[in-house]
């Protein structure tokens, strides 16, 4: 697997990952750019979140039939 993580399949911007360590060790990742209000994805490991987030992207890019 992959740990690139793929644009945002919103606005095409660049994905960031934060992981939660103040309570639990979830991992969230969502668009970085200002004013995108995408859908953010938490899962338990970073491993699920970016095999999650990427699965996304791609999903959106085929039913935009890019």
């Known amino acids: 697997m992959s740990d690139e993580l793929k644009p945002c399949p919103f606005c095409g911007g660049e994905a960031s990952i934060r992981i ?3 309570h639990s060790t979830a991992c969230l990742i969502g668009c970085a750019t200002m004013g995108c209000f995408g859908h953010e994805q938490w899962e338990e490991t970073e491993a699920e979140a970016i095999a ?3 699965r ?3 999903l959106a890019t085929q039913e935009a039939g890019t």
């Open 52 to 54: 999650a987030w990427n």
């Open 56 to 58: 996304r992207a791609a």
């Open 20 to 22: 939660d360590t103040s």
